[in-house]
């Protein structure tokens, strides 16, 4: 919070929303005017400094666990936009500007900035997490999808997959890929590959030689051993036997 305060600034506090500063007053107390109420009081300066302020509109209603409506701007630690439309003493319901995503907070969170959207696309300016499920095998898919989506978007890849090799839109969600993995051939083996000790690769093109899309209907888990025996060319998985494709 700025310590050089101005007539104009607008300031958070702890519990009440913004503030903008309105005046000041002698020795160390400034007037100020509650965004949401429109409310103006005074207050010490060392209390606006770290956001002790209160609004006596509010304080009564925020003794309960009452729902109201209110319109508090706010940006998170990733610098995104997003608009508290209902609260109480506890928690509130929020907007995301960019995904117009809802979901119910703790306010202290929002305040603090430590919110954040999950159908935002910040994994490499395409992925995102969206909502996925508790299951045993969720890190372990984490670390697939993640894998996969830097192979695709990371210009930083030795593979030479950048620009060449692409995600189907709905995996770029990763909680769309959790939810289509056990629906993939081979899924039981990749997910109890720390048992038995075999290593699963992600596959994109046993049934389509030269596939460039990672999707649900062309991917597949398969041994590393016959994953590397099938990259030689002109091979395709037909019944679980590789054959020779056609000229």
């Known amino acids: 919070m700025k310590h050089n305060i101005k007539i104009g600034d607008i300031l958070e506090t ?8 309105v005046g000041f007053e002698k020795g160390s107390r400034i007037v100020v005017r509650f965004l949401e109420t429109g409310n103006i009081i005074s207050v010490l300066r060392a ?8 609004d006596p509109m509010q304080a009564t209603r ?3 666990l009452e729902w109201y409506d209110c319109n508090i701007r706010v940006q998170n630690n990733a610098g995104h936009w997003l608009t ?3 609260r109480n003493s506890k928690k509130c319901i929020v907007v995301f500007d960019n995904t117009g995503y809802s979901r119910e907070c703790e306010y202290h969170n929002v305040v603090a900035g430590k919110v954040s959207d999950p159908y935002e696309k910040t994994f490499l300016g395409v992925g995102y997490l969206g909502e996925p499920k508790q299951v045993p095998y969720r890190e372990q898919a984490k670390q697939l999808w993640s894998n996969m989506m830097k192979r695709c978007y990371s210009p930083k890849d030795e593979r030479g997959y950048y620009g060449k090799t692409f995600v189907a839109a709905n995996w770029q969600c990763f909680s769309n890929f959790l939810n ?3 629906e993939l051939p081979g899924f039981d083996g990749w997910v109890n590959s720390k ?3 075999k290593k699963y690769n992600l596959d994109k093109d046993l049934t389509i030689p030269g596939n460039n899309i990672y999707s649900k209907h062309t991917c ?3 041994l590393e051993s016959e994953n590397k025996a099938a990259g030689k060319k002109g091979k395709k998985l037909v019944n679980g036997v590789w054959l020779a494709s056609k000229p």
């Open 14 to 21: 702890n519990c009440y929303g913004q503030v903008e500063v």
């Open 180 to 182: 289509d993995l056990p």
């Open 220 to 222: 597949a888990f398969i």
């Open 62 to 64: 925020l003794k309960t």
């Open 47 to 54: 209390n606006l400094v770290i956001g002790k302020v209160k």
């Open 195 to 197: 048992k038995t000790g």
């Open 84 to 86: 508290i439309v209902k």
